[in-house]
Antibody, heavy 125, light 107 residues
Framework: EVQLVESGGGLVQPGGSLRLSCAVS????????MHWVRQAPGKGLVWVSR????????NYAGSVKGRFTISRDNAKNTLYLQMNSLRAEDTAVYYC??????????????????WGQGTMVTVSS | DIQMTQSPSSLSASVGDRVTITCRAGQSIANYLNWYQHKPGRAPKVLIYAASTLQSGVPSRFSGTGSGTDFTLTISSLQPEDFATYYCQQTYSTSYSFGQGTKLEIK
């Protein structure tokens, strides 16, 4: 069974740090781009970051660039999100997601086909 | 970043109704558009990718159309399990932006 299980969330003070983990099982982890998406309470989904197969290529949303770092350990089948300088507006459920590519007529499209259940991060004093 | 705007923000409908949700991109995204269903306390679920391709295992009552800047998600005959929040997402640029969501409620 394919599973993505996030952990590491919790309550942290503004300016603090947290490291989220996403443990992956049931699939060849190193074959996929991986993403983090968050949802603030009562709000919609917001893309946070992505990382390529071997960790050499990363992208970030503007709101977290310079504060968050995505990484992966393919030997441990685990995705990470290091979050520094946390702000109240970072309060959200954080999801990890797998993003395979689909080929249609020579073009490649990606979509988030498997998601974890999420881990809650609360930034408050 | 590419802005994605969905309408309506909420919608009340009955079982058996035909429902259409629209999504507009701030610039052309060709057909790099996905649709997701999200229920409270659950992981989001991809319904459609590349604007019109049904994800494996998704019922055929879901369909997607559009290209460029205007897209639609249609549910041909609402079932009780379809009441949820729906999001569009562009994958044309690496901002991977989502629409603000459309909450589909039971009338």
């Amino acid at each position: 069974e394919v599973q993505l299980v996030e952990s590491g969330g919790g309550l942290v003070q503004p300016g603090g740090s947290l490291r989220l983990s996403c443990a992956v099982s049931g699939l060849t982890f190193s074959s996929y781009w991986m993403h983090w998406v968050r949802q603030a309470p009562g709000k919609g989904l917001v893309w946070v970051s992505r990382i390529n197969y071997d960790g050499n290529s990363t992208n970030y949303a503007g709101s977290v660039k310079g504060r968050f770092t995505i990484s992966r350990d393919n030997a441990k089948n685990t995705l990470y999100l290091q979050m520094n300088s946390l702000r109240a507006e970072d309060t959200a459920v954080y999801y990890c997601a797998r993003a395979p590519y689909y080929e249609i007529s020579g073009y490649y499209f990606d979509a988030f086909d498997i998601w974890g259940q999420g881990t809650m991060v609360t930034v408050s004093s | 970043d590419i802005q994605m705007t969905q309408s309506p923000s909420s919608l009340s409908a009955s079982v058996g109704d035909r429902v259409t949700i629209t999504c507009r991109a701030g610039q052309s995204i060709a057909n790099y558009l996905n649709w997701y269903q999200h229920k409270p306390g659950r992981a989001p679920k991809v319904l459609i990718y590349a604007a019109s391709t049904l994800q494996s295992g998704v019922p055929s009552r879901f369909s997607g159309t559009g290209s460029g800047t205007d897209f639609t998600l249609t549910i041909s005959s609402l079932q009780p399990e379809d009441f949820a929040t729906y999001y569009c997402q562009q994958t044309y640029s690496t901002s991977y932006s989502f629409g603000q969501g459309t909450k589909l409620e039971i009338k």
